[in-house]
């Protein structure tokens, strides 16, 4: 056996045990793991350098205990911080998660798909979704299991934030602050957070019978370069300013940061900026960025359960209410 790898069936003679009792002690979720038996076969494995296959073994159950999650970009800070809460709740159910990034591209997202369920992971959760999407569609017709995280298409099993709700709360929080000229940066409206955030700001400004500037409705990208691009068209107006943005994501606000920076603007004083996500980065800029708070492992924990384990035990759309974070980036008017 110099040169050649151990196998399971001489584990078990070496033990004095069965071939299937071996492969049980082995394995972590067997009840018997910890017992004296199971551990003097792991004491021999190791001695006799065998290693497990845990991807045959898992396909001889019929799952890989594997998930697959897609995410737009792992550059976006919610995208990461999504991803990370997801694998560490996977790790607590002895599930190894595995991330593809699709950018923006429905044909590019259809390949990932298709990659994923070829190495047989057992779930998928996917941030990538768009309002109508054929992709997604295509799960449900195909009953691959699936959950959708921050956004959703209203018709798979969803985990996301009340975005409509928290929408309104930013934007009340401005008019509270004595603001009537708020602007809106925004991600494009064919996703669905996009969407209901927009949604939010429209009631919020209307319920308070201000007037909505349809120049200061600015739909680019969710990135910083998006924000920065959108503060320059609204800082570099001749026109009529805002006295107060807000920005649909947090990446957003600090691109507007940048922006207004940039253009001799004082943030906090002459005009306020809040965000959404509340991102580790926004209470560490030099003036603390009011935001929006979502509960990412909260959202995790439940898109993974709607992935691997949803037997009607949920709603379709599950939904968590955000909450304001305040602090220096918003001031009375």
Request: net charge positive; hydrophobic share 40%; glycine share 6%.
């Amino acid at each position: 056996m110099d040169n050649k790898q151990i196998t399971l069936k001489e584990i078990a003679k070496l033990a004095g045990v069965s071939t299937s009792t071996a492969s049980r002690a082995l394995d972590e979720r067997f009840d018997n793991y910890n017992s004296k038996i199971a551990k003097n076969i792991r004491e021999i494995a190791e001695k006799h350098g065998y290693i497990r296959n845990i991807i045959a073994s898992n396909l001889r159950r019929g799952t890989t205990r594997t998930i697959g999650v897609l995410v737009p970009y792992l550059s976006d800070t919610v995208m990461a911080l999504l991803y990370e809460n997801i694998a560490n709740i996977a790790e607590r159910h002895n599930y190894f998660t595995v991330v593809a990034t699709a950018g923006n591209s429905k044909e590019r997202e259809r390949e990932v798909i298709k990659s994923l369920l070829d190495r047989k992971v057992d779930a998928l959760i996917l941030a990538t979704c768009s309002l109508d999407d054929e992709n997604i569609a295509s799960l449900r017709r195909n009953k691959i299991p699936h959950s959708l995280i921050l956004r959703t298409d209203g018709q798979s099993y969803s985990s996301i934030g009340d975005d409509k709700a928290g929408a309104y709360i930013a934007t009340k929080h401005l008019i509270d602050l004595g603001h009537k000229k708020i602007a809106l940066i925004n991600g494009p409206i064919k996703s669905s957070n996009s969407k209901y955030r927009q949604e939010g700001f429209i009631e919020a400004m209307k319920t308070s019978n201000l007037k909505l500037n349809k120049d200061w409705i600015i739909n680019l990208g969710f990135d910083i370069k998006s924000g920065e691009k959108s503060g320059d068209i609204l800082f570099s107006s001749k026109k009529e300013r805002p006295t107060a943005i807000f920005a649909t994501n947090d990446e957003l606000a600090i691109g507007v940061m940048s922006s207004a920076y940039n253009h001799g603007i004082a943030i906090g004083k002459d005009v306020s900026i809040i965000g959404y996500g509340d991102i580790p980065l926004s209470s560490r800029l030099p003036i603390p960025l009011t935001t929006i708070q979502i509960p990412f492992e909260y959202m995790a924990e439940r898109a993974f359960n709607l992935a691997i384990n949803n037997q009607g035990h949920y709603p379709l759309i599950n939904m968590v209410t955000p909450t304001l974070i305040s602090r220096k980036s918003t001031s009375k008017i």
